[in-house]
């Protein structure tokens, strides 16, 4: 199986967490025409943003690596260029853009200055501009729905923040549960 092929059964297992806009790129754009692909050019700057943006959502715990840790400054651009047309592309860099310019009108500070809290207020007022406009796609939701798929079908999604079984055995409908443990992920 290719990693496209992987990503899109995750996305279709993950439908409730990932917009339907994601999804349908996922779905849609896995023959992208080669005019469209790397459409827009993210600098490591951006990568870096990106990293720290995704950190943001899914940080690092005691129990497993965050979003940083996986990767995802480099996978959420990678995923971008490749998947997404050419007009989204454009759409994501440009939001991209758009909330730098935001950080340094709010905090006077570009986005890898401004402390953690900071970031958590910038998150939410993105949030609640992406919902608010009913505006999708957004860069907002792009960049999230990318951090939760990124995440999650990294190899620390996969063995550290879910419960990691390498080899499936038999169904066993009544598998003891004990509270607290994390949900499984197969190989």
Known sequence: MNRREALKSVAFLMGSAI?????????????LPE???????????????????AETIIPTTASSGGAKAAGLGAFI????????????????AEGLKEMQIKCSKEFNKDYLS???????????SLRDDA???NKAPSFFLIAR????????????????????LPVPGRY?????????????ATN
């Open 145 to 164: 729905d990318l951090t939760i798929l990124g995440y999650y079908t990294s190899e620390i999604g996969c063995t550290q923040a879910r419960e990691y």
């Open 35 to 53: 005019k469209e692909k790397n459409f827009v050019s993210f600098s490591v700057s951006d990568e870096q943003i990106l990293s720290e943006f």
């Open 77 to 92: 651009p990678m995923i971008i260029r490749d998947c997404y047309p050419a007009n989204m592309q454009k759409l994501f």
């Open 114 to 124: 401004i402390s953690k809290e900071e970031r958590n207020q910038l998150m939410s």
């Open 19 to 31: 917009s339907s806009t994601t999804i349908g790129v996922v779905f849609e754009n896995f023959i």
């Open 131 to 133: 919902i608010g406009t």
């Open 172 to 184: 066993d409908g009544e598998a003891p549960y004990i509270k607290g443990q994390k949900a499984w």
